[in-house]
Antibody, heavy 121, light 108 residues
């Protein structure tokens, strides 16, 4: 059974940092792109970042470029999101998710339960 | 960046109704269009990928159509468990994804 379990969320002051982790199990982690998607309270879904299987390609939404870093440790079956210079507008539930890719499609097929990040003084 | 526009933003319907949600891309995304369902307090769930492929385990009352810039999600006969928010998502390029703003399906 595919499982994705996020941790590391919490309350942080504006300008602060936080590192989210995602523990993956039930599949060959090193074979999949992974992604972070967030959802501000009462709002819609927003893609945050993608990372290739070997970490050689990383992509970010413009609003987090230069502040957030996505990374992975395939030996530990873990995905990370380092978040620096946090702003109030980064307040959201952050989802770790698996990306399924084939010739005809790219989609998010498994999601974690999410971890809440609150940026407030 | 590719913008995704969903309509309507909300709708009220009764059990048994046929419901259609529309998603429009700001440029062609061929068939790189996915649909997700989200219930309150839960993670999204993949329903449809590649515009019209049904994800394993998803009931056949859900269907998707379209290509290029215009797409639809149809629920042929709305069931009580289908009341939720639905999102489209373009995955044309791994360098930049976008979601639609969501369509909330409520009970009439």
């Amino acid at each position: 059974e595919v499982q994705l379990v996020e941790s590391g969320g919490g309350l942080v002051q504006p300008g602060g940092s936080l590192r989210l982790s995602c523990a993956a199990s039930g599949f060959t982690f090193s074979s999949y792109w992974m992604t972070w998607v967030r959802q501000a309270p009462g709002k819609g879904l927003e893609w945050v970042a993608n990372i290739k299987q070997d970490g050689s390609e990383k992509y970010y939404v413009d609003s987090v470029k230069g502040r957030f870093t996505i990374s992975r440790d395939n030996a530990k079956n873990s995905l990370y999101l380092q978040m620096n210079s946090l702003r109030a507008e980064d307040t959201a539930v952050y989802y770790c998710a698996r990306v399924a890719r084939d010739i005809v499609a790219t989609r998010v097929d498994y999601w974690g339960q999410g971890t809440l990040v609150t940026v407030s003084s | 960046d590719i913008q995704m526009t969903q309509s309507p933003s909300s709708l009220s319907a009764s059990v048994g109704d046929r419901v259609t949600i529309t998603c429009r891309a700001s440029q062609s995304i061929t068939r790189y269009l996915n649909w997700y369902q989200q219930k309150p307090g839960k993670a999204p769930k993949l329903l449809i990928y590649a515009a019209s492929s049904l994800q394993s385990g998803v009931p056949s009352r859900f269907s998707g159509r379209g290509s290029g810039t215009d797409f639809t999600l149809t629920i042929s006969s709305l069931q009580p468990e289908d009341f939720a928010t639905y999102y489209c998502q373009q995955s044309y390029s791994s360098a930049s994804w976008t979601f639609g703003q969501g369509t909330k399906v409520e009970i009439k």
